[in-house]
């Protein structure tokens, strides 16, 4: 009865604990751009060091509480995922304001948290001042959370694995449902981030042997990997002018959209055909459309001036936009109406579930799609029984109908979030864009930020309403909305 009773409750001093946990993760990662800032001799390099001595100080705090119950049921989990993601965004905005970037806690709140969430999108006005140290630290928090921070924990925690694991897993990683690759949590956790550990490496070699240094090959390689998009100079890859480098970036932001799941099973030979795959098979084909037509809208504006422009940049555009990392063109304002109704389509749909992109992902798309054939068959056959069918397995009813929640809720994400915007002063199609853009996780602007621009124009308002957008969208919607709802605190 005693363990009824304590259940009936959020189990707070464990929570509190596992953020300790997390915080303690945290400043261990800003050790990197510690030492950046240390080999560049940046004056910065003190602030820095504050900046991580008060994250490790208060997570070493929270870790001391001895909770009297260790275990977390499915409430805590989704709490936990939750808020973990606004205090690592708390802490790891500290570098931003202490390190000589000159933002206020609007803006640097704003560019930590779209950072975590892989959105890409800045409000820096420039890139040219700012500390070495600093633009490491925007490609690191992309980087973790590009698969996770709570998948990370999982990994590094094997006791979280008896604690609520399962529930921390399926509160973060995206998709519809979840594979399991190992009988415990922690293995599966482990398991996907030592491929994405893996690619991150080869992806920063290759990069290496580019027309960049390695802080450049290094920064590009978290990014580009965590499909964020975060760069180190105002003119992006562009000023590297390096047809090598967009074709390496090509194939690694392909397989940042890819399921990781799916990509683990086919390193360990557990899988011998990945084009059997339901969502693989449309990602490639969405991909081939898409750049079909972007060659279609070039041609057509006659912007084809060498081979590059219709082989290179459109297939880059494609993948860029599709796997929500959201690097664009330099002339691809002037692409034309066509490629913006594309990439508006790209931006909502999204990549594979369960990969590090944005979107509402392909996975509940062909659910939608054959969800909706079957209803057209049914008109005509009324008394037949249909099934949705993925991966030649038949889908149940629970799932079909979560699927169809999902993509209303986010429209109504995207309708809301919107005109919000709109009545804080932004235009009409920029509030509905950037509303789109911050719940895809994609980063772009339009107008009033410009396609390649920043969000410094943004109001502030604005801005912490775009930031709690791209915490829904990255966290797939119900893991946030669900604790704003009166029964998740019912007793």
């Not at 998948?151 to 519809?176: C, K, R, S």
């Amino acid at each position: 009865m005693k363990y009824l009773k304590h259940r009936a409750y959020i189990n707070i001093p464990m929570l509190l604990r596992v953020f300790g946990l997390l915080l303690l993760i945290e400043a261990a990662f800003m050790v990197i751009p510690l030492i950046t800032g240390l080999i560049y001799g940046e004056k910065s390099t003190l602030n820095f060091l504050i900046a991580m001595g008060i994250t490790a100080a208060s997570g070493g705090a929270m870790v001391g509480l001895k909770p009297k119950y260790r275990d977390m049921g499915k409430r805590d989990a989704i709490l936990l995922t939750g808020m973990i993601w606004v205090i690592l965004s708390l802490f790891g905005m500290l570098p931003f304001i202490f390190c000589g970037t000159h933002l206020s806690v609007t803006d640097a709140f704003f560019e930590t948290m779209s950072g975590f969430t892989t959105t890409g999108a800045s409000v820096l006005d420039t890139l040219k001042e700012v500390p070495h140290s600093i633009l490491v630290w925007r490609c690191v928090i992309q980087w973790v959370g590009g698969l996770g921070i709570i998948l990370f924990t999982l990994a590094v925690v094997p006791m979280l694995n008896y604690q609520g694991g399962m529930q921390l897993f399926n509160a973060e990683v995206t998709g519809i449902t979840h594979d399991k690759l190992r009988p415990r949590v922690s293995y599966t956790a482990k398991g996907l981030w030592g491929v994405y550990i893996v690619l991150t490496a080869i992806l920063i070699i290759l990069l290496s042997f580019s027309k960049m240094d390695f802080f450049d090959a290094f920064c590009y390689g978290l990014s580009t990997m965590s499909t964020g998009g975060f760069s180190t100079s105002d003119m992006s890859l562009d000023a590297f002018n390096s047809n090598y480098i967009k074709i390496v970036m090509i194939i690694f932001m392909f397989i940042g959209g890819v399921n990781f799941a799916l990509i683990y099973n086919l390193v360990m030979k557990r899988a011998t055909n990945i084009w059997k795959n339901d969502s693989f098979r449309w990602y490639v084909w969405i991909i081939v459309i898409c750049y079909a037509l972007f060659c279609l809208n070039v041609t057509i504006e006659g912007l084809v001036l060498e081979p590059a422009d219709l082989t290179i940049d459109p297939l880059f555009q494609a993948i860029s936009i599709l796997s929500s990392t959201g690097v664009t063109e330099p002339d691809f304002a002037d692409w034309g109406a066509l490629s913006t109704l594309v990439l508006i389509v790209m931006m909502f749909m999204g990549a594979c579930a369960g990969s590090t992109s944005g979107g509402a992902k392909i996975d509940r798309f062909i659910i939608l799609f054959r969800f909706l054939k079957n209803e057209f068959y049914k008109m005509m056959h009324p008394s037949s029984v249909t099934t949705v069918i993925v991966n030649r397995k038949g889908i149940v009813p629970a799932i079909v109908n979560k699927t169809l929640a999902f993509l209303f809720i986010y429209a109504i994400v995207i309708i809301v979030g919107g005109m919000v915007l709109c009545l804080l002063g932004m235009p009409l199609r920029d509030g509905f864009f950037c509303a789109l853009s911050a719940v895809s996780n994609t980063g772009l602007g339009t107008a009033t930020t410009g396609i390649s621009g920043n969000f410094s124009l943004v109001p502030d308002v604005a801005k912490w309403i775009l930031a709690f957008i791209m915490l829904v969208g990255r966290l797939e919607l119900f893991t946030i909305l669900l604790i704003f709802t009166p029964d998740f605190w019912k007793k």
